[in-house]
């Protein structure tokens, strides 16, 4: 799978990922690097993952940047996460932010972007107002196709589930 990323991206996407959501449920992690894949998508940011963590445009965009902690060594599960996400999963290609509303010191986002879902600690935002999401932390769930059609993932009750033998599914 490795020819569906650099390792610049590697590099630096696994370290913002376990940065930001150290300890965190998988799922969470894999929509931090949804958040970060997703702004390199978008004409209102910088076009590299190395430029979307270390923008300034609006100031620090991420608070590992600021404290330094985007240099520590990445966690194993923030180095799976980034592959999973370099290689076409996504929970959301509309998330661009998300914060810890327990410990974010600015709520500009929660003001300003319609919430989209919580998993674990973190809130998600989109600038989509009409775009549905399904919240990964209750009790439904929606399956989607995983990218080249290789099988279909979902999340049920904030879990991340692949189901590559889609045969032996429901």
Not at 73 to 84: L, Q, W
Not at 146 to 152: C, F, L, N, R, S
Request: include cysteine; charge should be positive; hydrophobic fraction near 40%.
């Amino acid at each position: 799978a490795s020819e569906y990323y650099d390792s610049t991206d590697l590099y630096w996407l696994s370290r913002i990922i376990s940065a930001e959501a150290k300890g965190e449920p998988f799922a969470g992690q894999i929509a931090v690097g949804n958040v970060v894949l997703n702004r390199v998508r978008s004409s209102q940011f910088p076009n590299t993952v190395k430029g979307v963590i270390f923008d300034t445009k609006y100031g620090t965009q991420f608070s590992p940047v600021a404290v330094g902690t985007i240099y520590n060594t990445p966690t194993a599960s923030s180095i799976r996460a980034a592959k999973i996400c370099l290689e076409g999963y996504s929970l959301s290609d509309s998330v661009l932010f998300f914060l810890n509303p327990r410990i974010a010191t600015n709520n500009w986002i929660v003001r300003n972007r319609p919430f989209a879902f919580r998993i674990g600690n973190h809130d998600f935002y989109t600038t989509n107002y009409s775009h549905h999401f399904n919240n990964p932390n209750d009790n439904t769930f929606t399956l989607f196709r995983w990218p080249a059609g290789q099988g279909y993932y979902f999340c049920y009750n904030g879990v991340l589930f692949i189901v590559v033998d889609s045969n032996n599914f429901m």
